[in-house]
Antibody, heavy 118, light 106 residues
Framework: EVQLVQSGAEVKKPGESLKISCKGSGYSFTAYWIAWVRQMPGKGLEWMGMIYPGDSDTRYSPSIQGQVTISADKSISTAYLQWSSLTASDTAMYYC???????????WGQGTLVTVSS | IVMTQSPATLSVSPGDRATLSCRASQSVVSKLAWYQQKPGQAPRLLIFGASTRATGIPARFSGSGSGTEFALTISSLQSEDFAVYYCQQYNSWPRTFGQGTKVEIK
């Protein structure tokens, strides 16, 4: 059974750093792209970027690039989304998703709620 | 590529037919997916390749279109179908979602 299990909810202050994770199981982790999708409170889905763990090829949305870092550790089948300095506007639910051939998301994680507040 | 969905909200009675639209700012050929999201849940893949149902998706869901105009039709709405629906193109980078259509009970 394919599963993507994300790390737990986080409450952070502006300016702090954060790294959230997404662990894949039940399939060959290195053979599928993993994407991060943001959903701000009451809003729609926003594709942030994705990584191919097999060779670490990474693509970012132009609107997100430079604000976050996407990485993966294939030895433990885990992808990451990282911020060096959070702002209140980073408050959102973040989903990881397996993108079949890099095209569409056929499996999703349960989401990680990130709250940034002073 | 900007994906525009209409209407923003669709009010439908159970048992009725619902048609949701998705327009791309440039051709995405047939590289379009549809997702359903219920409150408090992760999205679920419904359709890929514009018209191919994902595994386990009921036949009342159907997708159509190509190029820049697409539609998702739910032939007879069931109570569990009231949700928000998103389209997503995968013809080019970055992948982009529409803003969503909420299907609510009339």
């Amino acid at each position: 059974e394919v599963q993507l299990v994300q790390s737990g909810a986080e409450v952070k202050k502006p300016g702090e750093s954060l790294k959230i994770s997404c662990k894949g199981s039940g399939y060959s982790f290195t053979a599928y792209w993993i994407a991060w999708v943001r959903q701000m409170p009451g809003k729609g889905l926003e594709w942030m970027g994705m990584i191919y763990p097999g060779d670490s090829d990474t693509r970012y949305s132009p609107s997100i690039q430079g604000q976050v870092t996407i990485s993966a550790d294939k030895s433990i089948s885990t992808a990451y989304l990282q911020w060096s300095s959070l702002t209140a506007s980073d408050t959102a639910m973040y989903y990881c998703a397996r993108f079949s051939s890099g095209y569409y998301a056929d499996y999703w994680g349960q989401g990680t709620l990130v709250t940034v507040s002073s | 590529i900007v994906m525009t969905q209409s209407p923003a909200t669709l009010s439908v009675s159970p048992g009725d037919r619902a048609t949701l639209s998705c327009r791309a700012s440039q051709s995405v050929v047939s590289k379009l997916a549809w997702y359903q999201q219920k409150p408090g849940q992760a999205p679920r893949l419904l359709i890929f390749g514009a018209s191919t149902r994902a595994t386990g998706i009921p036949a009342r869901f159907s997708g159509s279109g190509s190029g820049t105009e697409f539609a998702l039709t739910i032939s007879s709405l069931q109570s569990e179908d009231f949700a928000v629906y998103y389209c997503q193109q995968y013809n080019s980078w970055p992948r982009t979602f529409g803003q969503g259509t909420k299907v609510e009970i009339k």
